[in-house]
């Protein structure tokens, strides 16, 4: 069957199987920043914005589900060729390493910052405990985050947040 749906701005129309989940439907249109790390909906590599504000593990959804909604990757975060705070973020403070959970890590602390700006540490981590990465032990990741949120809380940087 033939679904339509929104990626990063884009109208797409996808053709896929009621069984397709999200995940593959998105890594087969030629998206595979998002990744599939587990088959339990636990690691959370698999995450995506769901219509701008809600972070889904796309792993954990039929691609049917998504029809008529808008779906943000890791893909649609750099404006220009310029990255996103979060994006720069984990780059200046090393928030990854093999870099397989990051464009995950990255969505869901995109949507976190979305419903707080100013989080505390325990906050981050808490807001990203459904995301697991292997190689970094989460400490700079968590700077990353604190990094991003300050650029973001600056007005100079609005303009780069979508
Ligand atoms: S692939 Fe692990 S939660 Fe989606
Ligand atoms: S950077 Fe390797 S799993 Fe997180």
Excluded: W
């Amino acid at each position: 069957m033939e679904i339509t749906l929104k990626i990063n701005g884009s109208e797409k129309k996808l053709s896929v199987e009621p069984r397709t989940l999200l995940v593959h439907a998105i890594r087969d249109a030629g998206l595979t920043g998002t990744h599939i790390g587990c088959d339990s909906s636990s690691c959370g590599v698999c995450t995506v914005v769901l219509d701008g504000k809600t972070a889904v593990k796309s792993c954990t959804m039929f691609a049917v589900q998504a029809e008529g909604h808008e779906i943000t990757t890791i893909e649609g975060m750099a404006q220009g060729g310029q990255l996103h705070p979060l994006q720069q973020a984990f780059h200046d403070q090393h928030g990854l390493q093999c870099g397989y959970c990051t464009p995950g890590m990255i969505m869901a602390a995109h949507v976190l910052l979305q419903h707080n700006p100013n989080p505390t540490e325990e906050e981050i981590r808490f807001g990203l405990s459904g995301n697991l990465c292997r190689c970094t032990g989460y400490q700079n990741i968590v700077k990353a985050v604190q990094q991003a949120a300050e650029m973001l809380r600056q007005p100079s940087s609005a303009a780069a947040d979508d």
